[in-house]
């Protein structure tokens, strides 16, 4: 059973940085693709960052030059390092699990990150 579990939200000044963290199980680490993905209140959940597992990465336009998703194979963790937070940067973040496009196991609590104006 694929898991993930995230961390490391929270309550930011815009302009700030904030590092949030996601530990999978239930899977070879190795030969997934990883997403973060955000939820904005009365918004659909949008597509952040993915780290393949190659370790190639994409982002969405709105966070790209601010945000820097990386992984960890030895801890079965990627990371998503957030600089220059922005008030439209709030949300629930949540991490997913794909391999060849499909999305693995089912979603996590997610984590909250609020930027402050």
């Known amino acids: 059973q694929v898991l993930v579990v995230e961390s490391g939200g929270g309550l930011v000044q815009a302009g700030g940085s904030l590092r949030l963290s996601c530990a999978a199980s239930?899977?070879?680490?190795?030969?997934?693709?990883m997403d973060w993905y955000r939820q904005a209140p009365g918004k659909q959940r949008e597509l952040v960052a993915t780290?393949?597992?190659?370790?190639?990465?994409n982002y969405a336009d709105s966070v790209k030059g601010r945000f820097i998703i990386s992984r960890d194979n030895t801890k079965n963790t990627v990371y998503l390092q957030m600089n220059s937070l922005k008030p439209e940067d709030t949300g629930l973040y949540y991490c997913?699990?794909?391999?060849?496009?499909?999305?693995?196991?089912?979603w996590g609590q997610g984590t909250q990150v609020t930027v402050s104006s």
């Open positions: 239930g899977i070879t680490f190795t030969i997934v693709d």
């Open positions: 780290i393949t597992s190659g370790s190639s990465t």
């Open positions: 997913g699990v794909k391999r060849y496009g499909i999305f693995l196991g089912s």
